[in-house]
């Protein structure tokens, strides 16, 4: 079945440490994005990429950073300099550039310790 | 800058109610709405997109409405069910950028039975 896989589940991080999401998807999917939730709150965007090999930010781009190198994977790099980290993150690809076939992954859950 | 409202944060219902979910954005210059569901602990799965020149979609008990003049979305859910017990997000392209979608804070949905 096509879907979006992300890894790990659960993720704890040390203070200074950077940790990187994996985000697969094997839907075909030119569009990729990663969205950060807080408890209470909508789903925030941190990067989107449209294609292969470029991104851009999104309103939350800071202390984060991703790769395209290939078009089934999008993986999140959480930075030292991401100074509130603890969150859930979620992954996300679409279809085509009107939102048709947003699909989510099931989620990280990333806790600062 | 667009934003996006959902009222009520929380609803309890007893099975078998017809109930409304509300949600409002603030620039009505959208090219489609979303509606998305969320199980705790996990990925948002979705459920309806209504494009702006339709006024309604149709999915099983579900039925979304859009009225993009007033800046309003309603989330019709027929008969519920303890089943239906989730965070309901609904979600609209930023402008400028069809597949970038902002979200609402969601409504929590309890169904007791």
């Known amino acids: 079945d096509g879907g979006i896989t992300q890894s790990p589940k659960y993720l704890f991080r040390k203070e200074g440490q950077n940790v990187t999401l994996s985000c697969e998807q094997n839907l075909n999917h030119d569009a990729m994005y990663w969205y950060r939730q807080d408890p209470g709150q909508g789903l925030r965007l941190i990067y989107y990429?449209?294609?292969?090999?470029?991104?851009q930010k999104g309103d939350i781009a800071e202390g984060y950073s991703v790769s395209r190198e290939k078009k089934e994977s999008f993986p999140l790099t959480v930075t030292s300099a991401q100074k509130n980290p603890t969150a859930f993150y979620l992954c996300a690809s679409s279809r085509d550039r009107e939102g048709g076939g947003y699909t989510f992954g099931s989620g990280t859950r990333l806790t600062v310790v | 800058k667009q934003e996006v409202t959902q009222i009520p944060a929380a609803l309890s219902v007893p099975e078998g109610e017809n109930l409304v979910l509300n949600c409002s954005f603030t620039?009505?210059?959208?090219?489609?709405l979303q509606w998305f569901r969320q199980d705790p602990g996990k990925g948002l799965t979705s459920l309806l997109l209504i494009q702006s020149s339709q006024r309604e979609q149709t999915s099983g008990r579900l039925n979304a409405s859009l009225d993009k003049s007033s800046g309003r979305s309603t989330l019709y859910i027929a008969a519920s069910q303890p089943g239906d017990s989730a965070t309901y997000l609904c979600a609209v392209p930023r402008s400028g950028g069809y597949n970038k979608l902002i979200f609402g804070a969601g409504t929590r949905l309890a169904v007791h039975p």
């Open positions: 990429s449209q294609i292969v090999n470029d991104f």
């Open positions: 620039d009505s210059a959208i090219y489609n």
